[in-house]
């Protein structure tokens, strides 16, 4: 078996979440990264944005991608690029399966949001309330963390390197540990992985430190104040009314068979990343396609809505997606001109987009749209990169925006 150890690239490729030293266990199979030949499945005529896609496929080593375009609340392009599977030379198409890394929050964000319309959480209560533990944060014992707080990034509570990326992968059908034992040990005193640099030195509100552990523990709340799991209740009130039937916070929830390979590409050759579950599954678990996720997002951008669909009351949304933070209240290490907040939804690119991304092993995604929501892009990689080649997804990212712009064009002076 191939073996890929303490990478120091892994390290730094997960910016949307944590960096830590893992050991991946990868598959026997190493392929070459030229991928000259492999047969690009269109669902529209080649042109421009294809070929542009394509050689930079082909200078990375990248080997799937989906993607798609909103203009005005409907999808106007769709593509699928290089493999799912390489080796069984599997076409990757809007309709793949693949984890969405930290795209998942926003996912945890609606359901936040749909259990404070049924008024079964309030985003300001003390999240103590609601826990059959304490989570106090020793540098600050007397104040209180809300779930705004965790969904804003503002609570104090941070994933502590490398312990917090090495304890939550869990291959080969092995099953992660329950996701209210290993908070109750991470957070309480006589847990087993409890340490004070689990905890900031800020009160709440006061500085922006993204949190993975954050995002698992609203999850958390939701499951106990709902009574049901969260993909139970993301089932309930997200998946099947928008027919999100490609979707799912588990493998046993997914047609495998459609899931997509995952891929490392360090610089000289492209190995596989076999397919893992996570502890924190609220924070980046979720599976979906292309095709699925354009309707959730299409919702966030419509008020709530997808066609004749409705996941949470217009008020409801405009809470979820305004912009948190003000001059006169946001935390002291954050410039608004550069960067906001919602509820587990962020401006991104200097403030220019909204939405989320993802990076997780094998995994990067993008989620956003212009501020206006009339442009949205969607993309799906297959493929982690070097550092070095980081840039490569947003050069892609850019050039899907612009073709997206180019369409809204065509499609006004019709």
Partial sequence: MAILKDNPTIKSKRKMKVKFTLTLFLTTTIFCTNILGQDFIKTTPKNSIDTFIENKMLETGIVGIGACIIVDKKVIWTNGYGYADKENRIPFTPSTIMNVASIAKTFTGVCIMKAVEEGKVSLDEDINKYLPFEVINPNYPNDKITLRHLATHTS????RHPFYGDS??????KKPEPLGEFLKNYFVKSGKHYSSENFLNAKPSTNRAYSNIGAGLAGYIIELQTGQK????????????LKMSNTGWALSEIKIKNHSKLYSNQGDSTAQI???EMTTYPDGGIRTSVNDLSKFFISL???GKYKKARILKKETVDEMIRF???ETNKPENVNIKKLNQGIFWATKLGATRIGHNGADLGVRTFMLSDLTKEIGVIIFFNTELSEDNEGKYFDIYEELYKYGEDLKTKTTNR
Wanted: charged letters at 25%; glycine letters at 4%.
């Fill in 156 to 159: 104090g509570l941070t994933d």
């Fill in 324 to 326: 948190q933070h003000t």
């Fill in 168 to 173: 939550l992968y869990y291959y080969d059908a």
């Fill in 301 to 303: 951008l419509n008020d």
């Fill in 230 to 241: 969260l993909n139970d209740y993301a089932k309930k009130y997200i998946f099947k009314p």
């Fill in 274 to 276: 076999p397919l893992y």
